[in-house]
């Protein structure tokens, strides 16, 4: 019964984090959150203790827990880590890929193309988690997954607004063209260059966005 109330805690927590219902630096606690949801204190402090290891949470002495908030510094690290990753996980995809994967990868991304031609961004977004979860599956690398999943936990408060600006949209659907023909032609070079430049390019915009657009306005970062 512990373990189902810790898992409460703790999804309930990360969602409550990730779509920004604690905003960035705020401060909880265990009894807050614990009387939210009707349990006791010890699996909200449990899930507390897997969120800090996650990166999401701050354990501050005397205060309670600090949700996290990105500086630049925070997006190089992930992007520099996501880019080695994710690079290595297309030129994977790119060799070890089956023919169904292959066509499946293919249909998601005319399907992102569209909903890009569209401008329907809901759709657009649904389409680019599905696809990178086709490349993890074609890669057959869980332990490489489970880290990429962690890190773009970290942004996800970022990524949806980012990723669904019209301009962005259009040119990421151009970048993804050009990956996934790389991998479903086999061109495991070309797949790994192809993804480590989109992700650079989505670092260097993002960066770009929060220094110009979003910091200089906001307390407590993002």
């Given at each position: ?30 009894t ?100 990178h ?7 057959g690398?869980a ?33 993804h ?15 790994q ?30």
């Amino acid at each position: 019964m512990s373990e189902t109330f810790q898992h409460q805690a703790y999804e309930y927590v990360k969602e409550q984090i990730i779509n920004l219902r604690y905003k960035p630096s705020q401060v909880i606690t265990d009894t807050q959150v614990a009387q939210e949801l009707n349990i006791s204190r010890t699996p909200v402090r449990e899930a507390f203790h897997r969120l800090e290891n996650e990166g999401l949470l701050i354990n501050e002495a005397r205060r309670g827990w600090r949700v996290y908030s990105l500086s630049i510094d925070d997006i190089h690290e992930l992007f520099d880590i996501k880019i080695a990753i994710e690079g290595m996980l297309a030129r994977c995809a790119a060799e070890r890929g089956s023919e169904e994967e292959r066509a499946e990868l293919l249909a998601c991304f005319e399907q992102m193309q569209a909903a890009a031609a569209s401008g329907d961004s809901e759709t657009w977004l649904k389409c680019d988690f599905k696809l990178h979860d086709i490349i993890f599956a074609m890669a057959g690398n869980a332990r490489a997954e489970r880290i990429v999943a962690n890190l773009n936990d970290q942004w996800h408060r970022v990524r949806i607004g980012y990723a669904t600006m019209r301009a962005r949209m259009a040119a990421s659907t151009v970048e993804h063209e050009a990956f996934v023909k790389a991998i479903v032609e086999g061109d495991a070079a070309a797949a790994q260059r192809l993804m480590e430049q989109h992700l650079d390019n989505v670092r260097t915009e993002l960066v770009h966005m929060l220094t110009t657009l979003v910091l200089p306005f906001v307390e407590n970062g993002v």
